[in-house]
């Protein structure tokens, strides 16, 4: 595949975001395109909502995948390999102290609007806040959506409340691999990446054949591969 800076892409546009649902429901399904056949966005649905505004850092995916080596005793030769462990993430920084990050923070916790005043009880948690995600992802007319069946809080930051800047919520959240059919395949799934980045789309056999044939005609004569004659 040749070089192609069309497919570098930078993440950041206003439609970028993530989504939440409420815990204690369902798994949800997966949402439709970001965008619709005449470029309009396509929020995730009613039972999604977002945290709103994200640090300037952006959401990081982050993949804890860790593997065994088990080796032979002649040569102590690795003979196979197994991955025992493989955990997706996604990182932020919530720059907004509203209720939906207001619960992930406080999970089982009762938060209750009286009026103009909110009021949240926090107690210990006890068992998991499992909630289904979408992350959302836009570069012009580039886009990509990642939905997650299953995510947890997994991890949460110190908040800091100091002069000269912004307050922000810390939190890392755990996708936990969930046993559904998505298309022709059934099976546990941690997470789904739809895009309509070009660079991704897999060609067709016969294209296949055709564009390696191009790469190849365009690679630069080398002394053990002369210019055809």
């Known amino acids: 595949m040749a070089k192609n800076s069309d497919n570098a892409r930078a993440w950041y546009g206003h439609d ?76 932020i920084q919530a720059l907004e102290g509203n209720w939906v990050v207001q619960q992930l923070r406080y999970p089982n916790s009762p938060i209750t609007t009286t009026g103009d005043l909110t009021k949240t009880i926090v107690t210990g948690q006890s068992g998991e806040d499992v909630r289904s995600g979408v992350l959302d992802l836009a570069d012009g007319s580039v886009w990509k959506r990642i939905f997650f069946p299953r995510l947890v809080v997994d991890e949460l930051g110190d908040v800091a409340h100091s002069v000269g800047d912004l307050t922000f919520y810390e939190m890392t959240l755990l996708a936990m691999p969930h046993v559904m059919t998505v298309d022709d395949f059934t099976g546990p799934v941690s997470l789904v990446e739809v895009t309509n980045a070009a660079g991704m789309r897999i060609p067709a056999p016969g294209e296949a054949m055709s564009i390696m044939a191009k790469a190849a005609a365009g690679k630069r004569p080398t002394a053990d591969r002369p210019t055809a004659a």
């Open 16 to 91: 970028s975001g993530l989504w939440v649902t409420l815990p204690g429901q369902p798994v949800a399904a997966e949402p439709v395109p970001m965008y619709d056949e005449n470029g309009a966005f396509q929020a995730p649905g009613d039972a999604w909502y977002e945290l709103g505004w994200l640090s300037e850092d952006g959401p990081t995916q982050g993949r804890n995948r860790t593997t065994e080596r088990y080796r032979a005793w002649q040569g102590n030769s690795i003979v196979r390999t197994a991955v025992t462990e493989d955990d997706h993430t996604v990182s």
